[in-house]
C-alpha cells in the first residue's frame, strides 16, 4: 500500500485516444495538459493554474484512464495512491506518506499526483469522531490540505483525484486553490458503449459478424470497465472452446456472465435508456 511511483515510459502508451467516449471531461482535462506543456502561457499574463481537480462519477468509468491520459499528452510523471490504503494504518504513517509524495512529486513537476477513492480519507470532518483511525484519517486529510497550500499554483504539479461519493467529502477540499474544479464522469450512453467497445475490440482477432453497434445495445447500464471485462471474457470462452475467431456467440456468453456477475455484486438489475 505504499504510493506507486510509475515513470514516464510506464505511461506513455495511454492517451485520449484510448480514453472513449467522455467527451466533455476530455475537454476539461485538455485545459490541464495544456497548463502541463505551456504554464508560461497562462502564467505570463497574471493567471494562477488551478491545483486540483475531482473527477467525480460511478465505478470503472474511466476516471483513473483519464488521469493517465492527462499525464501521457502532457509527456509528465504520474504519481498516484489510493485513499483507502489508508483506512487502515498505524498513527502519523498516513500524513508522513502524503507528505512523501508531494515532496518527490515537487521534484519531479511537472507532474500530474492522482488520489484514487478520495473519499476514503477526504470525508466530512469531525463525524464518528472518537476512533483512532478516523483520527488517524483526519490527520491524513489535513496533511493533504496543508500539502495543497504549500506549494505555489504554478508549481506545476496538478492534482487530480477520483470519488465516486462527492457528497460525502469535506468542503474544505473543494474551496478555492484547492479542488476547485469538478469534472463529471459519468456511465456511458449506447453511442458511447459502443465508441468504448471499439477501444476493446482493438486488440481480438474478430469473427465478421461482431459488431460493436449491436454490442452497444446488448450492455444499457455497463461502465467503460464492464465493457474492457466483456471483451476479454469473449476472447478467453472463445479460446476455451477453440476456436481461431472471436464470435458474437462468445461475446452474448461473455455479457450473461457479467451480467450474472454484477446481479450478484449490486443486486441491480441493468438500468433502461
Ligand atoms: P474506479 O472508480 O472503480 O477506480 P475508474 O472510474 O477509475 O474506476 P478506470 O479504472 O479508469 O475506472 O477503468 C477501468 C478500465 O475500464 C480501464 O482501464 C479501461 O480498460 C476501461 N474503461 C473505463 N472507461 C473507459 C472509457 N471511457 N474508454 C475506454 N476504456 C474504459
Not at 495512491?81 to 515537487?106: I, P, W
Not at 507532474?111 to 473519499?119: A, L, N, R
Not at 467529502?169 to 458511447?192: C, N, T, Y
Request: aromatic content about 6%; overall charge negative.
Amino acid at each position: 500500500s505504499k504510493a506507486k511511483v510509475f515513470d514516464k515510459e510506464a505511461d506513455i502508451n495511454v492517451n485520449f485516444e484510448d480514453v472513449a467516449g467522455l467527451s466533455e471531461a476530455k475537454q476539461e482535462v485538455e485545459e490541464i495538459v495544456e497548463f502541463l506543456k505551456k504554464p508560461e502561457k497562462f502564467t505570463e499574463l497574471g493567471g494562477k493554474i488551478p491545483k486540483g481537480a475531482l473527477l467525480i462519477g460511478p465505478p470503472g468509468t474511466g476516471k483513473t484512464l483519464l488521469a493517465k491520459a492527462v499525464a501521457g499528452e502532457a509527456n509528465v510523471p504520474f504519481f498516484s495512491m489510493s485513499g483507502s490504503d489508508f483506512v487502515e494504518m498505524f498513527v502519523g504513517v498516513g500524513a508522513s506518506r502524503v507528505r512523501d509524495l508531494f515532496k518527490k512529486a515537487k521534484e519531479k513537476a511537472p507532474c500530474i499526483v492522482f488520489i484514487d477513492e478520495i473519499d476514503a480519507i477526504g470525508r466530512a470532518r469531525g463525524k464518528n469522531a472518537g476512533f483512532s483511525s478516523n483520527d488517524e484519517r483526519e490527520n491524513t486529510l489535513n496533511q493533504l490540505l496543508t500539502e495543497m497550500d504549500g506549494f505555489g499554483s504554478n508549481s506545476g504539479v496538478i492534482i487530480l483525484a477520483a470519488t465516486n461519493r462527492a457528497d460525502v467529502l469535506d468542503r474544505a477540499l473543494m474551496r478555492a486553490g484547492r479542488f476547485d474544479r469538478q469534472i463529471s464522469v459519468e456511465l456511458p450512453d449506447m453511442k458511447e458503449r459502443k465508441e468504448i467497445f471499439k477501444v476493446h475490440l482493438r486488440p481480438l482477432r474478430l469473427k465478421d459478424d461482431v459488431d460493436p453497434d449491436f454490442m452497444a445495445k446488448q450492455t444499457p447500464g455497463f461502465s467503460g470497465a464492464d465493457i474492457a471485462n466483456v471483451c476479454n471474457e469473449a476472447a478467453l470462452i472463445a479460446a476455451r472452446r477453440d476456436k481461431k475467431l472471436v464470435e458474437k456467440d462468445d461475446f452474448l456468453d461473455a455479457v450473461d456472465r457479467i451480467v450474472g456477475g454484477l446481479e450478484k455484486k449490486n443486486k441491480i438489475i441493468s438500468k433502461d435508456e
